[in-house]
């Protein structure tokens, strides 16, 4: 694809295939799309901090549980309370392994602030026995044996990503983001127009 043609694509006068779409014009589309959404990243409430990513309950019984010993973070400003959002997720099957019930998860995440991550992560499996009312349940622990987050370029991402799946998938992931928030203020803004309308109702019943 020349150069008048990726112009014609990005500027919305052309449809290309995905397959056509070379790898460094993949990376110039997510750059446009996460230039586009960046400012209005500190209206969407789905990140979360990454602390509640590491450790958290699965349902009634399961859990994922992560140390601080087997953590690696990038060693640029980034922390447990840095907000993030998953955008993509590729979880391996459970394989048996020397040390029983293996997997690794690779997630694609995007901060509040608009930066990349690839967070890598190994687990174990064990079972928990004796739980919930009478004893009769059982929980499972997923326990973290590595958990690294890398802060990446959108060349660098790319690469992970289409190891995984198709780059399309994750521009795709981006714009459900700002949808679900549009979504999300679209209905506290019909709520306020409710309570606005409410307001005028009684406005209007008192005389001067």
């Excluded at 919930?132 to 690294?148: F, K, L, M, P, V």
């Excluded at 714009?175 to 309308?197: F, P």
Aim: net charge neutral; hydrophobic share 40%.
């Amino acid at each position: 694809m020349d150069t008048s043609t990726r112009l014609s694509f990005l500027n919305g006068d052309l449809r290309i295939p995905a397959s056509e779409i070379e790898a460094t014009e993949w990376v110039e589309l997510i750059n446009k799309a996460l230039d586009i959404c960046k400012p209005h990243l500190k209206y969407v409430d789905q990140f979360k901090e990454v602390k509640h990513m590491l450790n958290f309950n699965d349902g009634a019984y399961d859990r994922t549980i992560t140390s601080r010993g087997v953590m690696r973070f990038p060693p640029e400003a980034f922390a447990e309370t840095t907000r993030c959002l998953c955008l993509l997720s590729r979880s391996c099957h459970w394989e048996a392994s020397a040390i029983g019930a293996s997997k690794v998860e690779k997630k694609a995440l995007l901060t509040q602030s608009g930066q990349w991550l690839w967070w890598v992560a190994s687990y174990r499996q064990e079972t928990r026995h004796g739980l919930g009312y009478r004893a009769h349940h059982t929980g499972t622990d997923q326990i973290a044996i590595s958990s690294e987050f890398k802060i990446m370029d959108s060349t660098s991402l790319l690469r992970e990503v289409t190891a995984l799946e198709n780059p399309f998938n994750l521009l795709k992931a981006l714009s459900d983001v700002i949808n679900g928030a549009i979504a999300e203020k679209e209905k506290v803004l019909a709520n306020l127009k409710s309570k606005r309308e409410r307001l005028h109702d009684v406005f209007q019943r008192i005389q001067f």
